[in-house]
């Protein structure tokens, strides 16, 4: 069964960075299609970034060239570098994967394990 552990939340100044981590329990997280989307009160869970099987990473407009996604392979973990962090930026992130597909996007249901997920909070 995998499991998805994320960390690394906290409350931050606009401007400032963090950076996300999710351990994979219980399967290889190269061998998984993974994702970060994150939800703020109030309105639907998006889609941050992606990262395949073959490390394609892809982006959502809002976050590129501030966000990176990337994996650890010999720590089983996914990361997400959050730099020049906007108070629209708040959220509860989380990480997601899906087994037995390369490719991944933005559609939660692609998604079969999800994480609790990490709070994140900008201040202006």
């Known amino acids: 069964q995998v499991q998805l552990v994320e960390s690394g939340g906290g409350s931050v100044q606009a401007g400032g960075s963090l950076r996300l981590s999710c351990a994979v329990h219980?399967?290889?997280?190269?061998?998984?299609?993974m994702a970060w989307f994150r939800q703020a009160p109030g309105k639907d869970r998006e889609g941050v970034a992606s990262?395949?099987?073959?490390?394609?990473?892809y982006y959502a407009d809002s976050v590129k060239g501030r966000f990176t996604i990337s994996r650890g392979n010999a720590t089983n973990t996914l990361y997400l570098q959050l730099d020049i962090l906007k108070p629209e930026d708040t959220a509860m992130y989380y990480c997601?994967?899906?087994?037995?597909?390369?490719?991944?996007?933005?559609?939660?249901?692609?998604?079969?394990?999800w994480g609790r997920g990490t709070r994140v909070t900008v201040s202006s």
């Open positions: 990262i395949s099987t073959v490390s394609f990473t």
């Open positions: 219980g399967y290889t997280a190269s061998r998984l299609c």
């Open positions: 997601a994967a899906v087994s037995m597909r390369n490719y991944c996007y933005f559609t939660p249901l692609e998604y079969n394990y």
